[in-house]
């Protein structure tokens, strides 16, 4: 497999490529082009925010539409990196970067199913919880893989 992540079918297509929302529903979202193979990412904010691992797509910022955003709250956790969640549930549902503005992280699981993704890799698999058993199938890096 390698570390080559794949975008999905119809990268570019301007029609609706997959929708989602939090778990009480007040934030919802839909991505018109392509999503990015889910990358795990196990570093200490993303363990923390998210109690386990982030596992996440990416979009094009342009290609996220907001369909309600009542309760999106930010959280800012460093000058350049913040975390969209639901104030309502809790639901943690994006993830941006200013080094990567054109790009926006979407929590996987808050797509509505199926979403034909598949995992690619792991990343900051050294910093996996020590209750966690990391995939043998997936390729692991100990530090950040650039994926766009």
């Known amino acids: 497999m390698g570390s080559e992540l794949r975008a999905s079918e119809g990268e570019y297509a301007a029609e609706e490529r997959a929708t989602g929302g939090c778990a009480c529903g007040r934030v919802r979202y839909r991505v018109t082009g ?28 342009e290609d996220l539409h907001l369909e309600s955003d009542e309760t999106l709250q930010w959280y800012q956790r460093t000058e350049t990196v913040r975390y969209g969640f639901c104030s309502a549930c809790g639901g943690t549902l994006f993830w941006e970067a200013t080094d990567k503005a054109n ?23 050294g910093d996996a919880g020590d209750y966690h058993h990391l995939d043998p199938t997936i390729e692991t890096f100990d530090g950040d893989q650039t994926v766009d």
């Not at 795990?40 to 910022?61: K, S």
């Open 34 to 61: 392509g999503l990015r193979d889910v990358v795990h990412c196990h570093c200490e904010p993303c363990r923390r925010i998210t109690g386990h691992h982030m596992a996440a797509t990416a979009a094009r910022a």
């Open 103 to 125: 790009r926006v992280s979407i929590a996987a699981g808050t797509l509505d199913q199926p979403s034909g993704l598949r995992t690619g890799v792991a990343i900051y698999a």
